[in-house]
């Protein structure tokens, strides 16, 4: 898949990629057609915990006042600047070719979704894949 190059990784579990994709209204929408889909909140919820983690460690390198590590974190993640990541990927029309029927996809659907790829990443691969990969998105970040 495309995307698995733009971020650095290939599943060797598609499904996890695949849910990682798939927006909450999607599966539910499939789930009231009687079709078995898994939406990507916990993949989320699971990568927003692993970012914060991820972004602490590495910007503890460059701050020592834990205001500004706390500050420059927020940012970083935030649902304004995730999206910023993944301007070269083609991700938002990837996640609106797998929720056909959600419209035109928020930034803050993106950031949810870099969140699940995030989490994906680190059910498919573990952690030291995942913190190697979302360095790298973050290398070329004003930190």
Do not use: F, H
């Given at each position: 898949m495309i995307l698995e190059d733009k971020i650095g990784y290939n599943f060797?579990?598609?499904?996890?990629?695949?849910?990682?994709?798939?927006?909450p209204a999607t599966a539910?929408?499939?789930h009231d057609k009687g079709q078995e889909c898994k939406s990507q909140e916990c993949l989320?919820?699971?990568?927003?915990?692993?970012?914060?983690?991820?972004?602490?460690?590495?910007?503890l390198s460059r701050y020592e006042n834990?205001?500004?590590?706390?500050?420059?974190?927020?940012?970083?993640?935030?649902?304004?600047?995730?999206?910023?990541?993944?301007?070269?990927?083609?991700?938002?029309?990837?996640?609106?070719?797998y929720n056909?029927?959600?419209g035109d996809v928020s930034p803050?659907?993106?950031?949810?979704?870099?969140?699940?790829?995030i989490g994906a990443v680190y059910r498919d691969g573990g952690y030291e894949k995942v913190k190697m990969i979302t360095n790298l998105w973050y290398d070329n970040q004003s930190l």
């Open positions: 060797s579990n598609k499904k996890i990629l695949n849910q990682a994709l798939t927006l539910k929408e499939m989320s919820l699971l990568g927003d915990g692993l970012l914060k983690g991820i972004l602490v460690e590495r910007l834990v205001n500004d590590v706390s500050n420059r974190r927020a940012v970083l993640e935030s649902n304004e600047k995730l999206p910023d990541l993944a301007r070269d990927w083609g991700l938002k029309v990837t996640i609106e070719s056909k029927s959600q803050n659907q993106i950031a949810d979704t870099i969140e699940a790829l």
